[in-house]
């Protein structure tokens, strides 16, 4: 096992078909490469979903040997701004293709929803001034924050989060490759920590192998990752200390929730958006909440992760979050109180 490669790139699908889990995204875009036609692409989805893997195997696929010619890859979120985009942009255009059978150059802008409004109208302009021989593949987290006069341009591809049958046969395949020997209970939480986003799931799996240091009883010549090993490198708070926070809130103890959530912050470094991710995950777990308690929660949890998201004070929001619980447990209660009336 090489300790110096990392594994999301060593373990990249270099062609469509070993693309996993966007089995019909890859149908569609294996169609255009046959046609050798194509309109401009938009792929939507959360991060480590596949999007800049199929981009980059589906111009391996048109192109064949000559594809670093005729792509170019950019990041929209680069701070030297949209001039330098469009720089690179018109400087690649001009030229033209380098391949017979395929009339366009591809261009391939990743975080496209980074740029602000202007940024995006002026990219709107450059799409209909090269279509002739250029084609663009934007990728972004949300396609509602693109313009929709580029949205009307593109084909829209939407990467759905990786599933866990999917995950769990990547990464036994990693494990088989490098030699070790995989818990099913290591494997289920690095599922849990990953939230379909293969690349954290690789990441994830590969900083563990970096302290498992004992061999495998029953797979000779491999090293054994429990889910200690896991549960050391994936700051995570702990299920039960969440779900405390989230009873302290309903039963009106809002500054005991509070404190224990300061806590939970700091003991396992937790960002706001990813304690929301993880109340949420409670609440759809609980057994003990009712269908019209979870749905009031989980309400709040979309609300609190997008102003989170928006880029609010994340602790403002969290406390918000919890202001909102107390409020929901205290109107259950007196709609519990009512119905036994
Ligand atoms: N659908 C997928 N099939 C196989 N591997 C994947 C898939 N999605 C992500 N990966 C793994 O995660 C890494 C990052 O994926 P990438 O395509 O860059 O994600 P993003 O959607 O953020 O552009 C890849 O190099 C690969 O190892
Ligand atoms: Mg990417």
Not at 240 to 247: A, D, M, S, V
Not at 268 to 284: C, E, N, P, R
Request: proline fraction near 3%; charged fraction near 30%.
């Amino acid at each position: 096992m090489s300790k110096f490669e990392i594994w999301t790139e060593k373990y990249r699908p270099s062609k469509l078909s070993e693309v996993k889990g966007q089995d019909e995204i890859i149908n569609r875009l294996s169609a255009f490469i046959k046609s050798e036609s194509m309109p401009h692409l938009l792929f939507a989805g959360m991060q480590g979903t596949g999007k800049t893997t199929s981009f980059l195997a589906m111009a391996k696929e048109m192109y064949g040997d000559n594809y670093r010619d005729n792509v170019l890859e950019l990041n929209a979120s680069d701070e030297r701004g949209i001039n330098i985009v469009r720089t690179s942009i018109k400087d690649f255009a001009r030229t033209k293709t380098v391949t017979e059978n395929v009339p366009f150059k591809l261009i391939f802008l990743d975080e496209a929803d980074a740029l602000t409004k202007d940024a995006q109208h002026a990219l709107r302009r450059m799409m209909e001034d090269y279509t002739s021989n250029v084609r663009f593949c934007l990728s972004c987290n949300y396609s509602s924050r693109i313009i929709p006069p580029i949205q009307s341009r593109c084909a829209i591809f939407r990467f759905q989060p990786i599933r866990k049958d999917v995950m769990k046969e990547v990464i036994l395949s990693i494990a088989r490759e490098e030699k070790i020997d995989l818990d099913h209970t290591a494997m289920d939480y690095i599922y849990d920590a990953a939230e379909g986003d293969l690349r954290k799931a690789e990441n994830i799996f590969q900083a563990t192998t970096a302290i498992a240091d004992k061999p495998s009883d029953s797979i000779p010549g491999t090293m054994r990752v429990t889910i200690n090993e896991v549960r050391e490198v994936v700051s995570f708070a702990e299920p039960t200390e969440l779900y405390e926070i989230l009873k302290l809130g309903l039963s009106g103890n809002f500054k005991a929730s509070k404190d224990k959530l300061s806590d939970v912050l700091v003991k396992y470094g937790l960002s706001g958006a990813d304690a929301i991710s993880q109340f949420q995950k409670q609440i759809w777990n609980s057994e003990e909440f009712e269908d019209k308690l979870k749905v009031k929660l989980i309400k709040s949890c979309g609300e609190y992760d997008f102003r989170i998201s928006e880029g609010s004070n994340e602790f403002i929001q969290l406390n918000a979050f919890l202001a909102d619980v107390n409020l929901i447990g205290t109107n259950s209660r007196f709609q519990n109180r009512d119905s036994n009336i």
